[in-house]
C-alpha cells in the first residue's frame, strides 16, 4: 500500500467567503474518483486544518501499488477534476508520497534503509 499526500494553499486572490464551497467542491469531486481511477483505494479531504498548518488543506490518498500515483495523475478523469476544481484556485503544492510498509509486508516494523 502507498499513500500519496498532497497540499496546497489558496491564490491570495481568493475571497475569504468562496473558500469553504470551493473546498467542498474539491473534496466531493477528488473523492468521486475512487472506482473510476484504476489502484485508487481511498481518499480523504482535510478541509480544516489547525491554525499552525503551512497550508489551507490537503488531499490524502491510498493506492494499492507505487506505479498507480503516476497512472492516477495522468487519468483523465482526475485530471478533469484538478483543472475544474483545484488548480485554478491553488497555489503553493506541496507532496509527499510513501510506502506503507507494515500494511505492504504485514511486519511489525518498516525496514532499516540507508
Known amino acids: 500500500m502507498v499513500h500519496h499526500i ?10 475569504k467567503e468562496r473558500k469553504a464551497d470551493l473546498k467542498k467542491d474539491m473534496e466531493a469531486n477528488l473523492s468521486s474518483l475512487i472506482g473510476k481511477v484504476p489502484g485508487l483505494l481511498s481518499v480523504s ?3 480544516e486544518p489547525f491554525a499552525s498548518s503551512t497550508h489551507d488543506m490537503a488531499l490524502v490518498t491510498t493506492f494499492e501499488k507505487a ?7 495522468a487519468h483523465p478523469e482526475h485530471v478533469k ?21 507494515k500494511k505492504s509486508i504485514g511486519a511489525d516494523s518498516a525496514p532499516i534503509l540507508f
Do not use: G, H
Open 81 to 101: 477534476v484538478a483543472d475544474t476544481y483545484v488548480r485554478p484556485f491553488v497555489t503553493e503544492r506541496a507532496c509527499l508520497d510513501y510506502q506503507d510498509w
Open 6 to 15: 498532497v497540499m496546497w494553499k489558496f491564490k491570495p486572490e481568493i475571497e
Open 67 to 73: 506505479e498507480d500515483i503516476k497512472a492516477y495523475s
Open 45 to 47: 479531504f482535510v478541509s
